[in-house]
């Protein structure tokens, strides 16, 4: 039998072309180094990375080349897909050359395999899968049916109480699920672009959403609101049976102090 496999999520890093820049006053660099920190002294090696978008806040390719090179020197598989944030062709010219920072589509992984979609919209904060990556997912999960199956997503299929980011979710969800409904091997889907923590079940599927290893947005705010808890990562065990264990571990001690008069990010 397959081992487990373990699994990282680091997301919504929001890096600039500068180590000196912040976002709602939170330097993103050093945000991200301390949760870094923090997942190797709790939960490593894992057997890969997952980073699930908004890579960048400036869509430098300066910031790009920031995130290669804080994640090649994790030494594990980084698998990449794309946010509202992101522009993915900067990504794929960025990430060229890198050894285990890869914009992946699917990846096999003991007895699961990951699949990894993307959201993105030229100049919109909203997401949506255009009928290329419907197609795809649904031909992925059909040809590896022997497979249990975590989707990775950027945007949030379905909405997780706060007014403001709902109108920023996937915007065809009902065909997305339209798919994952048709095949038993799908197990769970994970997503970032909330910044914060998210836990359900639909339909016998997990769904999560993470922290962003930078600002946190405050759980059931009505209005653009900035939490005060740290930022941190989520950590993942995938069971051949298909089963899953999950968490989010935060920093502890954090000594970046948001601005919670920013009015937006």
């Not at 100049?123 to 059909?142: P, V």
Request: charged residues 20%.
């Amino acid at each position: 039998m397959a081992p487990p496999v373990r699994l990282l999520q680091l997301t919504d890093t929001h890096l600039h072309a500068s180590d000196e820049a912040n976002l709602c006053g939170i330097r993103t660099t050093d945000s991200l180094a301390r949760v870094i920190e923090l997942a190797r002294a709790h939960n490593w090696p894992p057997d890969a990375v997952l980073a699930t978008g908004d890579l960048s806040q400036d869509e430098t390719p300066e910031s790009y080349r920031r995130f290669v090179d804080t994640f090649s020197a994790l030494n594990v598989p980084v698998h990449c897909l794309p946010g509202n944030h992101d522009i993915p062709r900067k990504m794929a010219e960025t990430f060229t050359g890198s050894f285990n920072v890869n914009l992946t589509r699917w990846a096999e992984l003991g007895a699961w395999q990951v699949v990894l979609l993307n959201t993105s919209v030229p100049n919109d904060n909203g997401g949506e899968l255009a009928d290329s990556e419907l197609e795809f997912l649904g031909t992925t999960l059909r040809e590896n049916s022997d497979r249990h199956a975590l989707i990775c997503l950027h945007h949030n299929p379905v909405a997780v109480g706060s007014e403001w980011l709902d109108t920023m979710q996937l915007r065809n969800s009902r065909a997305f699920f339209a798919v994952t409904e048709r095949y038993a091997n799908v197990k769970a889907i994970l997503w970032g672009h909330v910044h914060q923590e998210y836990d359900a079940m639909r339909d016998g599927v997990r769904l999560l959403a993470t922290p962003s290893t930078c600002v946190q947005f405050l759980p059931g705010s009505r209005k653009f609101s900035i939490d005060t808890r740290p930022p941190g990562y989520r950590w993942l065990t995938l069971n051949p049976d298909g089963t899953l264990e999950t968490g989010v571990r935060r920093l502890e001690t954090y000594p970046f102090v948001p601005d919670l008069s920013t009015r937006g990010y």
